[in-house]
């Protein structure tokens, strides 16, 4: 019983955690980027608090150590590089690399 429970507690997380990323595209894009580190860091919060794997899109969008919310060209900076796609987080400085045939 318990085990059911949780299970369906990380998927309700789960589904809050992909509509705090997009709450946090959307104010991104309407360029309320402290709305969007908000939403993000929230989004990083569920994950940690109910154990969830980290999403694609939380990895690629929040920045790890500082949960930034990144956005390339404004918050972050994203380049190709030798096979793979390095995104640097603006605030911290912290780099992140996906080799390109991972995606
Ligand atoms: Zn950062």
């Known amino acids: ?14 589904r809050r955690r992909s509509e705090l990323l997009d ?5 991104a894009l309407a360029d309320r980027l402290p709305d969007a580190d908000r939403y993000g860091e929230l989004a990083w919060r569920l994950t940690t608090r109910y154990e969830l794997e980290a999403s694609d899109e939380l990895k690629q969008r929040v920045c790890r150590s500082c ?14 590089q ?6 640097v987080c603006e ?12 995606r």
């Open 23 to 27: 709450l946090a595209r959307e104010a």
């Open 67 to 80: 949960k930034a919310y990144l956005v390339p060209d404004r918050t972050a900076r994203v380049r190709i």
């Open 1 to 14: 019983m318990a085990d059911r429970c949780r299970k369906s507690h990380a998927e309700v997380a789960r």
């Open 91 to 102: 605030a911290c400085g912290r780099e992140r690399r996906i080799p390109l045939d991972e």
């Open 82 to 87: 030798g096979g793979s796609v390095t995104t």
